[in-house]
């Protein structure tokens, strides 16, 4: 299995400051014949379910604002909200699709400090 | 407009079987790879069982493989997680969840239900 670990495991970043969360895969998540990453974000917020922020490792998905990207490649990567705002506490979690033993790291909160 | 609803969510006994279904709607369900994903309370996601979109292929993780099952009825537009010989660690809110793009399960998540309390308890 693929092994997704994340730092910190949580964070504490004043409004409109920016928050970086880092990820990392056991082995490389990047698929040679198409140079994608197979490594996917999403937010949690509490009693709700997952919400896609960003797939292929940086190409946000429809509708995410532009405060949230993602970076990296192979077995580190990177997500940053730019300018945190209210609406962005939350646990963020990375995701390995690279096989089918699909697996997730496991999580950092995200607070306003 | 994409809706996933599970069901079938309770309390059942150690060693216990259990039905769980997602009703589908918003998309061509049987041209969409499908998986379940379960987080045990305050815990994080650990992904249970995937169902491609075309030749039927089906993936379990090891935790479950041998006591889950993974179906889908099209003429229903639902999924199904049989589960037996339930373990206590079976306890979990159990989401399903469309995968972005297609019939291939190697994709991310786009959409999830509101999730199915399973809790696992004599």
């Known amino acids: 299995d693929i092994v997704m670990t994340q730092s910190p495991d949580s964070l504490a970043v004043s409004l409109g400051e920016r928050a970086t969360i880092n990820c990392k895969s056991s082995?490389?998540?990047?698929?040679?014949?198409?140079?994608?990453?197979?490594l996917a974000w999403y937010q949690q917020k509490p009693g709700q379910p997952p919400k896609l922020l960003i797939y292929?490792?940086?190409t946000r998905e429809s509708g995410v604002p532009d405060r949230f990207s993602g970076s990296g490649s192979g077995t580190d990567f990177t997500l940053t909200i730019s300018s945190l705002q209210a609406e962005d506490v939350a646990v963020y979690y990375c995701?390995?699709?690279?096989?089918?033993?699909?697996?997730f790291g496991p999580g950092t909160k995200v607070e306003i400090k | 407009e994409v809706q996933l609803v599970e069901s079938g969510g309770g309390l059942v006994q150690p060693g216990g079987s259990l039905r769980l279904s997602c009703a589908a709607s918003?998309?061509?369900?049987?041209?969409?790879?499908m998986s379940w994903v379960r987080q045990p309370p305050g815990k994080g996601l650990e992904w249970v069982s995937a169902?491609?979109?075309?030749?039927?292929?089906?993936y379990y993780a090891d935790s479950v493989r041998g006591r889950f099952t993974i179906s889908r009825d099209s003429s229903k537009n639902t999924l199904y997680l049989q589960m037996s010989s339930l373990r206590a660690e079976d306890t979990a809110i159990y989401y399903c969840?469309?995968?972005?793009?297609?019939?291939?399960?190697?994709?991310?998540?786009?959409?999830w239900g509101q999730g199915t309390l399973v809790t696992v308890s004599s």
């Open positions: 918003g998309f061509s369900f049987s041209n969409y790879a």
């Open positions: 082995q490389s998540v990047l698929y040679s014949s198409n140079n994608k990453n197979y």
């Open positions: 995701q390995q699709y690279f096989n089918t033993l699909f697996t």
């Open positions: 292929w490792a940086s």
């Open positions: 169902l491609s979109g075309t030749d039927g292929s089906v």
């Open positions: 969840a469309k995968v972005w793009g297609g019939y291939d399960p190697l994709l991310p998540f786009d959409h």
